[in-house]
């Protein structure tokens, strides 16, 4: 089993700044990917951002620029810097970590809430 601990959400004014954090922890741990998703109420989960393990990361396009996530699998810990946030960036974020063997696992979700 992996268990997942995500902090750093909250409220933000308008171009503001938060960074996320998740931990994973378990053993074996031998994690291929570790993402960001988030959901907005009344919409579906999206992607935010992913990065595996000695590769480069992604943005979905909304995020580029002004999001960096970061991953050290060394630590199992992946971050989410996110810069000059909007209104339209509140929702709750999720880590989401893909073991290469077992499948992946959530966090238990962080609320980001960004005020205009």
């Known amino acids: 089993q992996v268990q997942l601990v995500e902090s750093g959400g909250g409220l933000v004014q308008a171009g503001g700044s938060l960074r996320l954090s998740c931990a994973a922890s378990?053993?074996?741990?031998?994690?291929?990917?570790m993402r960001w998703y988030r959901q907005a109420p009344g919409k579906q989960r999206e992607l935010v951002a992913a990065?595996?393990?000695?590769?480069?990361?992604n943005y979905v396009d909304s995020v580029k620029g002004r999001f960096t996530i970061s991953g050290d699998y060394a630590k199992n810990t992946v971050y989410l810097e996110m810069n000059s946030l909007k209104p339209e960036d509140t929702a709750v974020y999720y880590c989401?970590?893909?073991?290469?063997?077992?499948?992946?696992?959530w966090g238990q979700g962080t609320q980001v809430t960004v005020s205009s």
């Open positions: 990065i595996s393990n000695g590769g480069s990361p």
């Open positions: 378990g053993s074996n741990l031998n994690l291929r990917t």
């Open positions: 989401n970590v893909v073991h290469y063997w077992r499948g992946d696992y």
